[in-house]
């Protein structure tokens, strides 16, 4: 009998680790999943669920913008030991200050209408993170400048989009408020792809 609770004991000790080993949770998805569950709760009526006051769609907004914010910010923390360039490394700074203000905001939002939020950046962000760090100099600014820039377009985008159909007045409030300083940014990375000639890259070739 012994025998066999050490050997079960042994087989859960062995799955616990090698789940553990599995794979890095990831915060933004598990955020993700707790407000959904606390919404499906309110939806059928149960009052433990029914302290979130937003809709799915909206709270995951909120989700992705603070893990966003996040990872703006550890950018630019890297940029600064990182980047050959003065001009990215300021640009990176922009990115520290604007994006803790946004992280600050969006937590005050988040109380308000009791939206759980990750502690750290998605998995895939932190692959992207991961993969810039290997980089230095210029091949690290052209790198980082094309992140930023790309991020910045699909942020425009996904912000205009709540801003205009968002069922919650507040989300809607910041989002329509941090368009402005994403144009301001997104106009700042295309000088930087100029400067790095990334504008001028994968063009098409003009005919004979």
Known sequence: MKKLLFSCLGLVCI???????????????????????????????DSAGSTIMLSKADADFVVDAVSGDMMEVEMGKVAQTHSASPR?????????????????????????????????ISVRQQEEIKKLRKKKGDDFDQAYVRLVAEHHREDV???????????????????SKSLQMLHRHLDSVNKLEGMLGLNKINKPMPPH
């Open 88 to 120: 990215v490394k300021g640009f990176g700074n922009m990115m520290i200050r604007d994006g803790g203000e946004g992280m600050k905001e969006l937590r005050r939002l988040a109380e308000r209408r009791h939206v759980v939020l990750p502690d750290s």
């Open 15 to 45: 799955t616990l680790f090698f789940g553990c080993r599995g794979g890095a949770s990831d915060s933004v998805k598990a955020s993700k999943d707790s407000n959904a569950a606390r919404i499906n709760s309110r939806m059928k009526g």
């Open 157 to 175: 985008e996904e912000f205009g989009k709540q801003a205009s159909d968002g069922t919650d007045s507040l989300t809607r409030v910041f989002a």
